[in-house]
């Protein structure tokens, strides 16, 4: 587990672009009806890059399965915990900026707890070795991908409408 999760620490980068960043420093620049726009808007780039990426790992499956040793099947769990990441950040990063201590601190211990459970579960009952530590952090990070954006169109933080100009400046 420990080389998948320095692949998917390599990739998040890549795949995010400094967005979380962005939408920090935004915060405080812009009203809530241009964050909103900015929020959306940003998330464009990062989508871009997780296909572009997918597409080049899926070409090159089989030799990067051969070079890191791990199963071709798994390769492509890679960059998508690597993007599934990004909406949990943006939310972590709002409340961090909201200086909201209680939600941040609930937020994150959810997805910390659930990693755990999701973990013993698959590992100790279903004796899955390493694939059931990436199985136990990859579907706590695709629910709280929902619950993020649950919560973000909840504040009013995420709508349909996109901004070149904050496409750009993410």
Known sequence: YALFSVYVSLLFPLIHLGV????????FKLNKSELTKYISSS??????S???ITLVLLIFKAQLSTLSGIPINWIIFIPLLAFLKIIPSIVSSIYRSMENAVKY???????????????????LLFKMSWEGRVLGVFIPFLIFVIVGILILKKQGLLNNYIKKKYQYSS
Request: net charge negative; proline share 3%.
């Open 50 to 52: 997780f296909f572009a």
């Open 105 to 123: 601190a609930l937020f994150n211990s959810s997805i910390a707890v659930s990693s755990l459970l999701f973990t013993l579960l698959f590992v």
């Open 43 to 48: 998330l464009i780039f990062p989508c871009v």
């Open 20 to 27: 979380i960043n962005g939408i920090q420093v935004e915060y």
